[in-house]
């Protein structure tokens, strides 16, 4: 609707119908002055949106000075009307300017209410949704169907300017009721009428307003200065706030984040807002090669069909044009013949999208955004929005750069790089996979990370010391000096060391200690890639081997089922731990007299394998630990499989609880079961166990027997049924004598079959021949 001088644009946020007619509105009516809902602060940087590298999406993010934790994002899209207000903007070379309420509002604290007013109040209700009150009074149970019709589906007419007048009646009708405000618009409204007027004594005398289509009637009526005045009284004192443009994108625009956002549609809306004419057949056409490209059998004839079909179904449903609902249900039905699951990849790549914006490097931002992208720049480690994977081989110059610039970053809390599994099959150390995406918000993560330093260097250093310094947690002090090593922070791992050694000190639990030895140790084995001085580290890890050798047998006495198997799991980490600490633990010769660090781990796993519960399960060790004490030990050579045996034969007899001996046989299996193939007296003794318990104690052990089996290679499980199902096992204790003798008739037999698999001519010596005639 027109005034004398304002010309008041009612738009929905990001909505591509609201954009074309902002579009075609600006252009007829040609004003000297465009005013935009959104931040003032941001009036200083509005003039980059002329630059060329200044792509949508982005976002004008806003941060406390004092604490970038405190931040708020306003995103625009190709297609939302503000930005199409702010292109012709700066095109024409008219003055822009924001008029919402300034960011700085939104971080102060909000003012304390006296006691007895805070008693007196109630829970307030819901502010409803404007336009789902006119969906329903319109008879449309779906606000963003009905909204699509009307608005965003239309092309502008002869007066651009009649879709706002008719939005701007609509809402008049529910403000002249009351109904959808709060409080706080009452204030921004306020505001902007304060800075309308400011337009006005200005000069300026044809001036566009594009806000909002729930803010046009506060606009129209303008009341006195000293009301609006009064109202802004009421807001706290304004927080000192930096503003800079930052990249967005569709995935991010489609959550319910940041001003105006929750766009469940982003990349429809975009091909609705930048396709001429009929947009259905285009954007089924583009469904169609990312199906195909992704091995979908998909036609030219499925598309021609689609289209029919979402045209059909728009007519059946009384809308004017096909609609995304009814452009998926086309989809699904020809193009995916019905499956769900290529329906999902249309909706994630075309319906939402990867879009990801770029911010010209004249934008303002903290020195240590400027160094991160100095380093993706010189590192060819470009910002992308979509997932992709990449493998570092640590001994290149360049990949063991960009694993530093990852790891720093992460422990900067920018997890721009998540460690993956490699699809090369590699345990070697000089490798890495990372799955890289970058997200919007890490933007404030960045701004908050300033603090530690203007450099990733400087900053990750920092950062690492006082996180050392706050740590509580020795396996947290551990994990830290492994981060330090992984992202080559020499400069702090003297400092994170010192605290670990005081920690480790005083510490005597020893399932802390068990949880931060693996990860000392790692930090050593990944040291010796990077070429780090690590004899502090090794000094670290071996002084808590000991501590956890001499403190292991009685930390595990009386543990119950949730602490034994928590324990199981420190075991075989502080096992392996051992192995790759001490090259001694992999020695299998038992006779070499060695007193070195595998030997009394070996010694604190026998103690533990002998803490038998004899007066009670809170006198002794849980099976668990017992039965995975001994596997342990048989792994490494230092147990026999005849004293194995013998001790998963007293663990079985009836002397022992069902439910201990279950818990051993567990401990003892976990990890791999072949060894009962290879040793069928073990599997003898099991199955006569395990027949011989009562049906009562069956019930009872079940569960663990079950788990415990289920945990095993299925190849191992079939052979164990196998064995099982063809009858007693008592007699495969005994291995057949040999006789010494080659029983050439049988051997005779299979060498045409040999001959056939190895592409030879068969070779039967003479008297074989003579004998088979």
Known sequence: MTTSEVALLGIRHHGPGSARAVAAALARWQPDAVLIEGPPEADDIVHLAAEKDLVPPVALLAHAVDDPAKAAFWPYAEFSPEWVAIRHAVEHGLPVHFIDLPAGYGFAPAPEEPAEEAAADVEPEPVADPLALLAEAAGHDDPERWWEDVVEHRTPGDDPLAPFTAVAEAMAALRAEGLGESRRDLLREAHMRQRIRAARRAGHRRIAVVCGAFHVPALATMPTVAHDRALLAELPKKV?????????????????TGYGAGVRSPGWYHHLFTTEGDPVPRWLTRAAELLRAEDHPVSSAHVIEAVRLAETLAVLRGRPLAGLTETLDAVRAVLCEGSDVALELVRDRLVVGDALGEVPDAAPTVPLQRDIARLQRSLRLKPEAAPRDIDLDLRKDTDAARSRLLHRLRLLGVEWGVPARSSVNSTGTFRESWRLCWQPEFAVRIAEAAQWGTTVEEAATAKAVGTARAAVELAELTGLVETCLLAGLSGALPAVMRVL????????????????????????????????????????????????????????????????????????????????????????????????????????????????????????????????????????????????????????????????????????????????????????????????????????????????????????????GGRVAAGPLGAATAAPEASGELDRARADAAVPVVALLLGVRPTIPRQAAGRNT
């Open 501 to 720: 050694a005081d920690c480790a000190a005083l510490d005597t639990d020893v399932a802390h200690l068990a949880g931060a030895l693996p990860a000392l140790v790692r930090a050593l084995r990944y040291g010796d890639v990077r070429g780090t001085d690590h004899g502090a580290l090794a000094e670290a890890a071996a002084g808590l081997a000991e501590r956890i050798c001499v403190g292991l047998p009685p930390a595990c006495v009386g543990l119950d089922a949730e602490s034994a198997a928590a324990m199981r799991g420190r075991i075989d980490e502080v096992h392996g731990a051992i192995a790759l600490l001490d090259p001694e633990a992999s020695d299998t010769d038992t006779d070499t007299g060695a007193d070195g660090l595998a030997e009394r781990w070996a010694a604190a796993l026998r103690s533990l394998a002998r803490r038998e519960p004899a007066g009670g399960p809170a006198t002794g060790a849980p099976g668990l630990l017992r039965g995975r004490a001994v596997r342990l030990l048989l792994d490494d050579g230092r147990l026999d499989s005849e004293e194995a045996g013998r001790r998963l034969r007293l663990v079985l007899s009836v002397a022992n609880a069902p439910a201990d001996a279950a818990g051993w046989v567990e401990g003892f299996l976990t990890g791999g079961g072949a060894l009962l193939l290879h040793d069928p007296r073990l599997l003898a003794l099991l199955d006569e166990w395990l027949t011989g318990v009562s049906g009562e104690v069956f019930t009872d052990v079940l569960p663990l027997l079950r788990r415990t089996f289920a945990g095993l290679e299925a190849g191992v499980r079939t052979t164990i």
């Open 240 to 256: 000192r706030t930096d503003i800079t443009w930052v990249p967005w994108t569709h995935r991010r625009l489609s959550r319910s």
